[in-house]
């Protein structure tokens, strides 16, 4: 006599994931310069409303943007700000916890214009062109007063110190690594550096900002938390999409632990160990937002947002899967058929 029994499974799958970066499930904008509602000279106003900076040595605004709307929220955007390398112009934001990221992941993206490029092998002059940093946290002043191993973080537009010897810096990439001093680059690489009071960590990627005067792109850097920085590059900034990525890891057993300090954040240079402003921006900014934790791509301002994942059933409700297994006596697997739960 032969028997039979069905057995009824239903099921739900849901999956995303950044391939060879990990992204953070609880990233938050910790400040973002928009320079859309400033009314008040020398105040830039952060958008959350907690990290107002100041516009040194008066920058003027600029009605040339990147991108308007913004494709990740649709906001309008009108206004950048235009500093000038010869005037010393960038903006200065006083120390807060909450943007003292320490070894937690963070992302520092902005929409940037230069007006000029950094040059690569060069030497480090007070407001020279070694680099033209985005945004930096540094403590200052401190015991090594010309040098970075107190800064907490620094995003640029570098790919070569230049001037630092051996041993000075700890580059991520090994063919930098193997010979510092004659790795070729542009000097238009995207490039970030923390530091832990002993050592300075220089995240070196491929991606180059074009040499082309007064063009805006997208750049954004991710940290996160371990050993390894994500990069993007837009330069078509009207399709939506972000054009390039890459991501820098540092060797099996580089333990960074970035200092977690209260110095202040520069944006659109970096500082001097004695405080001094030096590789300033040239050129217009825009946009410029720190969150902590690793953003995905699809999460940078601009960048469309990611399709939301299409509806799953509940668990053996309506709408579910069905699949029907007639199993015979001995487990002999006798059909197999499909169908919906209604």
């Not at 105040?43 to 900076?53: C, F, K, L, M, Y």
């Not at 937002?289 to 301002?301: H, P, Y």
């Not at 007639?326 to 209604?342: D, E, K, P, S």
Request: hydrophobic share 40%; charged share 15%.
């Amino acid at each position: 006599m032969r028997s039979s029994f069905s057995l009824v499974l239903s099921f739900a799958l849901s999956l995303s994931c950044w391939l060879g970066f990990a992204a953070s499930a609880s990233a938050a904008t910790e400040a973002w310069y928009r320079f859309d509602n400033d009314t008040v000279a020398p105040v830039t106003e952060d958008e959350t409303g907690n990290h107002d900076g100041t516009l040194v040595n008066a920058p003027s605004p600029s009605a040339s943007v990147g991108q308007n709307p913004l494709a990740q929220n649709g906001a309008a955007n009108t206004t950048s700000m235009d500093l000038d390398l010869a005037s010393t112009q960038y903006v200065s934001v006083p120390h807060d916890a909450a943007l003292s990221f320490g070894g937690q992941p963070w992302t520092i993206e902005a929409f940037v214009a230069l007006a000029s490029f950094p040059t690569s092998p060069v030497a480090d002059p007070p407001f020279g062109t070694a680099g033209m940093w985005i945004a930096q946290k540094k403590e200052a002043p401190n015991p090594s007063n010309v040098t970075d191993y107190f800064q907490e973080y620094g995003f640029m537009i570098s790919g070569n110190r230049g001037n630092l010897a051996p041993g000075l810096v700890v580059y991520a990439r090994p063919d930098q690594q193997a010979d510092p001093e004659n790795y070729v680059t542009t000097g238009r690489e995207l490039q970030v550096e923390m530091a832990d009071g002993t050592d300075i960590f220089a995240f070196t990627s491929s991606l180059v900002v074009p040499a082309v005067p007064g063009q805006w792109v997208h750049v954004s850097a991710s940290y996160d938390g371990d050993r390894s920085v994500h990069f993007t590059l837009d330069v078509d900034l009207s399709d939506d999409a972000i054009d390039f990525s890459e991501t820098v890891t540092a060797p099996v057993g580089t333990v960074i632990n970035p200092i977690a300090g209260t110095g202040s954040v520069f944006i659109g240079g970096k500082k001097r160990g004695d405080g001094a402003p030096q590789q300033l921006m040239d050129g217009e900014i825009d946009e410029v937002r720190f969150s902590s934790g690793s953003l995905l791509e699809s999460e940078l301002l601009a960048a469309a947002p990611a399709a939301p994942p299409p509806s799953v059933p509940a668990l053996g409700g309506p709408g579910a899967g069905l699949l029907v297994l007639m199993i015979g006596a001995g487990g002999v697997l006798l059909a197999v058929r499909r169908g919906t739960i209604v």
